[in-house]
Structures are given as C-alpha cells and as structure tokens.
C-alpha cells in the first residue's frame, strides 16, 4: 500500500545545533512532495512543494530535497521558534492527499 | 481574506449525539477537504470535494457526512457520535489538486 512514513518520531537539538528530518513515500507516479509545519494547537501551514529527483529548495533556516524515494528536511543552525511539528505529504490517487505522523522537533536555547 | 474558518473551536458531545463542523473559505478554491487527525498520527481524510456539489470518500469515511452546496462552504456532519470520533479535525482548501493546501484552525472534539 502506498504510504508516507517520517522519522524520527521526535528530535531534541540545542539551539545552533543542525539536523535533519527523514520523509521517505512509496507511492507510484509522485506528484509533488509537501512539507508544512504544525504549531501546537493550530492547523499546518505550508512550507515547500518539490516535484522532481534533485530538487531542492530553501526558507531561511530550512532546506527541503528530494530524492526518488524520500526527501529530507534540513535545519541549519535551529533556533527555538524552530520548535513544532513537522509533516511530510504527497498526493494519493487523484484528489486527496496521505500525510505522515510528523516529527516532533524542540529546540533549546 | 480570512482564509478557512472553523467552528466550533471546542465540542463535547454526549454518546450517541449529532453535531455539524462548519467550515468556510473566502479564497474561491475548488477543493475542499476533512481531516482528523489523533495524537502522534498524522493527518487522515475523511471527505474531500472537487466543487460545489460534488463529494466523496477519504480514507476513514465511516460515521461522517458532508455535503458542498457552495464553493465557500464545506460542513461536517457526525450522526451519532462514538469515542472513536473524539479527534481533532481539520478542515483545508486548495485551488487545485496538487497545489498546497490551507488549513484552518481545528476544532477538538470530544465525545463521552
């Protein structure tokens, strides 16, 4: 079955201290790979679209690529707003679309 | 543009009591969907629909209804609410179908 699964489930850096998140998909005929951030208690808010093997792209301290069978969320040098969930997503069948559960990332000052 | 509008934000409801999750858009999007989405796990469709009149399933379907009779609105209905249905959902729009999705605010709802 085509699934989209996210690790890790939560990660814990210093303030400066640079990661990454993993989102690797095994849905046939990708058709753009989503990232959104999630604030407790509010509704995801977008970050980046990628639609093709090398892409990447880049807003302040983040920078998502993709390759054919995951995309990876990089974190330079996070700050602690950095802190809140983050979701992977890509389109299933026509008209809907199959999120992860998220990893769960603190920063601390 | 205020964006997607949910209400209630909050909701306790009793076993075996009916509720409806309104939403509303003002950006004009076609697509307008539902989901839930539990502790720990991400987010799971419940319906979805591609215009005004026009709905169907998601992923996890079962105890919900919805209907679209505008492109602004897009409610939820819950006919006799079980503990599995305690959640917090999310409604979201987007202009087209692989296009990012804007989310609204959630409403949480427990049922007891």
């Known amino acids: 079955e085509d699934q989209v699964t996210q690790s890790p489930e939560a990660l814990r850096l210093q303030e400066g201290e640079s990661s990454s998140l993993n989102c690797s998909y095994t849905?046939?005929?990708?058709?753009?790979l989503f990232w959104y951030r999630q604030d407790p208690g509010k509704g995801p808010e977008f970050l980046f679209t990628?639609?093709?093997a090398g892409e990447e792209k880049e807003k302040e301290r983040l920078k998502a690529t993709l390759t054919k069978k995951e995309s990876f969320l990089h974190i330079t040098a996070p700050k602690p707003e950095d802190s809140a969930t983050y979701l992977c997503?890509?389109?299933?069948?026509?008209?809907?679309?199959?999120f992860g559960a998220g990893t769960r990332l603190t920063v601390k000052p | 543009n205020a964006g997607v509008t949910q209400t209630p934000k909050f909701r306790i409801l009793k076993i075996g009591q009916s509720m409806t999750l309104q939403c509303t858009q003002d950006?004009?999007?076609?697509?307008m969907y539902w989901y839930r989405q539990d502790p720990g796990m991400g987010l799971k469709l419940i319906y979805y629909?591609?215009?005004?009149?026009?709905?169907d399933k998601g992923e996890v379907p079962n105890g919900y209804n919805v209907s679209r009779s505008t492109t602004e609105d897009f409610p939820l209905r819950l006919e006799l609410a079980a503990p599995s249905q305690t959640s917090v959902y999310f409604c979201?729009?987007?202009?087209?179908?692989?296009?990012?999705?804007?989310f609204g605010p959630g409403t949480r709802l427990t049922v007891t």
């Open positions: 979201a729009s987007t202009l087209g179908a692989v296009d990012e999705q804007y």
């Open positions: 849905v046939s005929g990708l058709r753009g």
């Open positions: 990628l639609y093709s």
């Open positions: 997503a890509v389109p299933y069948n026509n008209n809907d679309m199959r």
């Open positions: 950006m004009n999007h076609n697509y």
């Open positions: 629909s591609v215009g005004a009149g026009i709905t």
